[in-house]
């Protein structure tokens, strides 16, 4: 496909994952009747993301289970591809749940799946355990795409690696506050164009608790432009990939112009004090 429509939600925070799901449904059928092919939510869009380590722990599931698979449901109805945050199960004992990213497609399958690797702040740690694996590139309508988690974005070696594995756009659910504006407005157009790729940044707004969510979800072009951007309030948006705009902006690539040989400082922890 030379192109692929993707709609990001940005959205507050529900009272129960009931009432998450029943709101993604409507979503997904707006989004799929208005031609989208891909819907993207925010971080722990079914449950929450502020809710305490203990709401945490009651809700998580495995990558199969009932939220998983009444998006499913809705990919298959409506005919759409989903990508929705939860908290994962983990699989040792007494462990903090992963937070974790899915993208469902149209036939209900689970096409690529990842679990939050970099941990922002006190409230991150204090619910969750860090994915120990970097993300991995899927392959979908002949787009190669990948999954990061809101901070994740944030550094640019987690973009540089997708980018690498040969990335057209990258997908990231996020739950970023309000005082970081920057982020949308300066890191995740530089993270586009550095590695001239598309970057869709869907952001949830509102309040949750004493936590102010900052909005301005983003699509960012492969040239570093917003192709499309939400101010503070709930809102869909809905951007068309273009793979001629992919090929356009990779006339000057910085992957291929990389000095590796001058890199080896990058393995190494900070010295900054």
Same mark, same amino acid.
């Given at each position: 496909m030379s192109t692929l429509t993707l709609a990001l939600w940005q959205t507050p925070y529900f009272d129960s994952p009931g009432e998450a799901l029943a709101q993604l449904g409507a979503t997904a059928a707006s989004a799929a009747a208005d031609g989208a092919d891909l819907l993207i939510c925010p971080e722990m869009s079914l449950t929450g993301y502020a809710i305490g !380590?203990? /709401?945490?722990?009651? #809700? &998580?599931?495995? &990558?199969?289970? !009932? @939220? +998983?698979?009444?998006? &499913? +449901?809705? &990919?298959?109805? =409506?005919n759409i591809?989903?990508?929705?945050?939860? !908290?994962?199960? =983990? +699989?040792?004992?007494g462990k903090r749940p992963f937070n974790a990213a899915q993208a469902i497609g149209p036939d209900g399958r689970s096409m690529g799946h990842y679990r939050k690797t970099h941990l922002f702040g006190d409230l991150d740690r204090a619910q969750f355990s860090p994915g120990d694996?970097? $993300?991995?590139?899927?392959e979908w309508r002949g787009w190669q795409l990948g999954l990061l988690i809101c901070y994740d974005v944030e550094f640019p070696e987690a973009v540089?690696? #997708?980018a690498l594995q040969g990335a057209d756009a990258v997908l990231v659910p996020t739950a970023n506050m309000a005082g970081f504006d920057e982020v949308p407005s300066v890191l995740v157009p530089a993270r586009a164009c550095e590695n001239r790729l598309y970057v869709a940044y869907a952001n949830a707004c509102g309040k949750e608790g004493r936590v102010h969510y900052g909005g301005l979800s983003l699509m960012a072009g492969p040239d570093g432009r917003a192709l499309a951007q939400a101010g503070h309030g709930t809102a869909l948006l809905q951007r068309r990939l273009s /793979? !001629?705009? @992919?090929a356009q902006a990779r006339t000057h690539d910085y992957l $291929?112009?990389?000095?590796?040989? @001058?890199?080896d400082p990058l393995r190494e922890p900070s010295t900054r004090a």
């Open positions: !380590p203990e /709401r945490v722990d009651s #809700l &998580a599931e495995s &990558a199969d289970g !009932p @939220l +998983s698979q009444a998006v &499913a +449901s809705f &990919a298959q109805r =409506h591809g989903i990508v929705y945050g939860y !908290p994962e199960r =983990h +699989s040792v004992d694996a970097a $993300s991995q590139v899927f540089r690696d #997708l /793979r !001629p705009a @992919l $291929s112009q990389r000095r590796t040989d @001058l890199y």
